[in-house]
C-alpha cells in the first residue's frame, strides 16, 4: 500500500466467540488482499503505507509462537530499514492490541488502540481513526458480532471524511478454530469488495448475505414444517421442482423439493433436508425471492 494511498483499517478480537478480524478500505484495487492478514490461534494483522505484506506473515508466526502484539511489531519495525513509512496495527491471540505509525507517513497519519482492537490510518481526514475506535466501541456492545463490528467501524470512518483521495476497495477478514466452510480451516468470513464507488456499503451488504447462508440458525427461529407446507408448495411449483397437489402437508414429495431447491439456492448449511422444523430464515429468503 504505497504511502501516497489514503487506508484506513481495524483489527479486533472477540473473545466472545474466540474470532480474530480485519477490515480495510482504500482508494487502492483490491486493497483487502495486500493489507489483511489473519490466523486462529496467532492474531490478525493490517500492514499498509508502502505495505510490508511480511509484517502480515512473520507477524502472525511471532505471535502463534507467544509474542505480544507490541513485542512483534517492536522486531519487525526495527529490522525494516524502512520503518518510517510503514503503518501496521495488530492484535495478538489473547487479544492485546499495538500499532505503529512511521514518522515518513503522510499526512494525518496516526493510530487509535483500545482494548481488543486498533485502528489505523494514513492520508486522512483529522479524526476519522477516533471516529472508527468509538463506533467498534459501541457496537461491539451491541447485537451482531464481529464481521458487523468491524464494517460499522469502516462506516464510522468514512462518515468522519475517511480517505482524502476517495474511496475504491474495502474489506473483512475474520477467523476462528474450525470456523470456515466445512469446518476444517479457520477463514470464517473473508469478504471483499475489489472496485465499487461505495466499497464499504457494499461490503455491509455482502456481510448481511453471508450471515444468511452460512449464519447459525437461532432455535427461537425455528418453525414446524407443518406451517409453512402451503407457502413453500406454492414456492416449489413456481420454481419446477414440485408438481404434487398443493395440500398444505409436508410430505416426502414435497421434502424431496425443498431439498433441492434449497441446495440450488445455497441455503444448505441452514437446512440440511432432515427434521419437522425449518429455520424462519429460508422460508422468508424462499417467499422474497420466488413468492
Known amino acids: 500500500m504505497h504511502s501516497h494511498i489514503a487506508t484506513f483499517s481495524i483489527v479486533a478480537y472477540d473473545p466472545g466467540r474466540g474470532e480474530w478480524g480485519v477490515a480495510v478500505q482504500s482508494k487502492f484495487l483490491a486493497c483487502a488482499a495486500v ?12 500492514t499498509q503505507s508502502f505495505a510490508n505484506v511480511a509484517y502480515g506473515l512473520d507477524g502472525l508466526d511471532m505471535m502463534e509462537q507467544g509474542a505480544s502484539a507490541e513485542e512483534a511489531i517492536a522486531a519487525l519495525t526495527a529490522a ?8 501496521v496495527g495488530m492484535v495478538d491471540k489473547r487479544g492485546r492490541a499495538a500499532a505503529f ?7 494525518w497519519a496516526g493510530h487509535a488502540v483500545g482494548d481488543g482492537f486498533a485502528c489505523q490510518g ?5 479524526g476519522t481513526v477516533q471516529a472508527m475506535a468509538a463506533a ?17 467501524a469502516l462506516a464510522a470512518g468514512q462518515a468522519a ?21 466445512g469446518g476444517n480451516n479457520d477463514r470464517y468470513l473473508d ?8 466499497p464499504i456499503a457494499k461490503l455491509g451488504e455482502l456481510v448481511a448475505m453471508h450471515h444468511l447462508f452460512f449464519g447459525a440458525t437461532d432455535p427461537a427461529d425455528l418453525m414446524p414444517m407443518a406451517d409453512a407446507a402451503g407457502a413453500l408448495q406454492a414456492i416449489l411449483k413456481r420454481t419446477g421442482h414440485y408438481d404434487g397437489p398443493a395440500s398444505g402437508i409436508f410430505d416426502e414429495d414435497t421434502r424431496r423439493a425443498l431439498r433441492a431447491l434449497v441446495g ?11 427434521g419437522d422444523e425449518i429455520d424462519r430464515v429460508v422460508v422468508d429468503f424462499l417467499l422474497k425471492r420466488f413468492g
Open 35 to 46: 493489507v489483511s492478514w489473519a490466523r486462529a490461534g496467532a492474531g490478525a494483522v493490517a
Open 80 to 87: 525494516d530499514e524502512q520503518r518510517a513509512q510503514r503503518r
Open 101 to 107: 505509525t512511521g514518522v515518513e507517513c503522510y499526512d
Open 122 to 126: 494514513n492520508i486522512l481526514v483529522p
Open 136 to 152: 467498534f466501541e459501541e457496537a461491539r456492545r451491541g447485537p451482531g458480532e464481529l464481521a458487523d463490528w468491524l464494517v460499522r
Open 161 to 181: 471524511g475517511g480517505d482524502r483521495r476517495g474511496r475504491q476497495a474495502a474489506g473483512v477478514l475474520v477467523v476462528r478454530h474450525n470456523g470456515g466452510y
Open 191 to 198: 469478504l471483499r469488495v475489489d472496485d465499487d464507488p461505495e
Open 264 to 274: 440450488q439456492e445455497n441455503l444448505e448449511e441452514r437446512w440440511d433436508g432432515t
